[in-house]
């Protein structure tokens, strides 16, 4: 097998707490499409159609971004003092259903938004023709989140019927013609069958991605709960123990817009309007990055009140990918002082 087993986190980092507040973003992820053509069990789209489900409870529509919206949001993003590490293509919806995707890398790639450009995808609409104006628009980075390892397998968890020979012949032909571009292939636990199947998932794909890893079941988005019991939130993504955090890291660093402007402090799918810090459309990113809206997250964390924040009292995501280096608890009071110092409290 050539492809490393790791999980997808970057493990070489500084300590968070000796570089916040940050005066720009390290990561930012944008929504291409709120749309999927997956009705996956464990995600909101799995309830689509349902007049009371999930989804429908949520009011987003489901819709493209606006090309001109999005042009919008690269020219915000260069506002800031620094360019960010990242911007992840991924929400909600497939990514690659927006038949513009191709054209947003590539734009981002010529304007420098950003070091890394990643894709997090199904991968089941990839083509020969599609992975070439993925990799030459210069994608950094694609993850692949798989939903079984035959045709049988993805009706069950999907919903939907796909031709399993012909998604692999289209992955190794990604893998083979990547250039520079990583490819990242994973599979949640709850969908294989013993150890026979988590060998047969590396014989597989193990040599046609540079990563490779079978990830924990947990609950990204909090309205889907537990997924009838087959989640276990006492573990994250990486199958290690999660430890209890007062503070959440990931607010510190990151952003989300989603299709229609929208912004958030995490990368969670789905949430709720009103957890929204601002929308591009009606204020400038880095004003929302500097607002009071997101000091005031920042603080009620800090502060140990994150039970009483609804949306991140019942989050099990916060502990989903974390290590040591992002661990704030014990640097609250310092992180509060740094925080009253810049203002916008």
């Known amino acids: 097998m050539n492809a490393e087993i790791k999980p997808s986190y970057d493990t070489n980092r500084k300590q968070l707490s000796e570089v916040i507040p940050l005066s720009s973003p390290f990561t930012v992820f944008i929504e291409p499409t709120r749309c999927c053509n997956f009705k996956c069990f464990y995600c909101l789209h799995g309830t689509r159609g349902q007049q009371n489900g999930e989804l429908a409870k949520t009011g987003y529509k489901l819709r493209h971004m606006d090309f001109s919206m999005y042009e919008q949001l690269l020219e915000q993003l260069l506002s800031f003092p620094e360019r960010p590490k990242r911007i992840v293509f991924s929400g909600l919806g497939e990514p690659l259903i927006n038949p513009r995707l191709p054209d947003m890398i590539k734009l981002a790639h010529q304007l420098g938004a950003a070091k890394r450009l990643d894709i997090l995808t199904n991968a089941s609409l990839l083509t020969p023709e599609l992975s070439h104006r993925l990799i030459d628009a210069g994608t950094t980075r694609i993850q692949v989140s798989l939903q079984g390892l035959d ?62 890893f079978i990830e924990h079941l947990i609950t990204l988005q909090q309205q889907m709960k537990d997924h009838n019991g087959l989640a276990d939130n006492t573990r994250n993504l990486n199958n290690e123990k999660v430890v209890y955090r007062h503070v959440c890291p990931v607010i510190f660093y990151m952003l989300q817009i989603d299709a229609d402007g929208n912004v958030f402090p995490c990368p969670v799918g789905g949430l709720p309007k009103g957890f929204s810090m601002g929308n591009i459309n009606n204020e400038p990113l880095v004003s929302i990055w500097k607002g009071k809206k997101r000091n005031s997250l920042m603080r009620g964390h800090l502060m140990q009140k994150r039970l009483k924040i609804p949306v991140c009292a019942t989050c099990s995501a916060c502990a989903a990918v974390l290590d040591g280096s992002e661990f704030l608890d014990d640097c609250r009071e310092r992180l509060l002082s740094l925080l009253d110092s810049e203002g916008g409290a």
């Open 151 to 212: 045709s049988r397998k993805y009706k069950e968890i999907s919903g939907v019927t796909i031709d399993f020979d012909k998604m692999h012949e289209n992955l190794s032909y990604l893998y083979k013609n990547r250039k520079s571009c990583s490819i990242f292939i994973k599979i949640i636990d709850s969908i294989l069958d013993g150890e026979e199947d988590k060998q047969r998932f590396y014989k597989l794909f193990g040599d046609i991605c540079d990563q490779i």
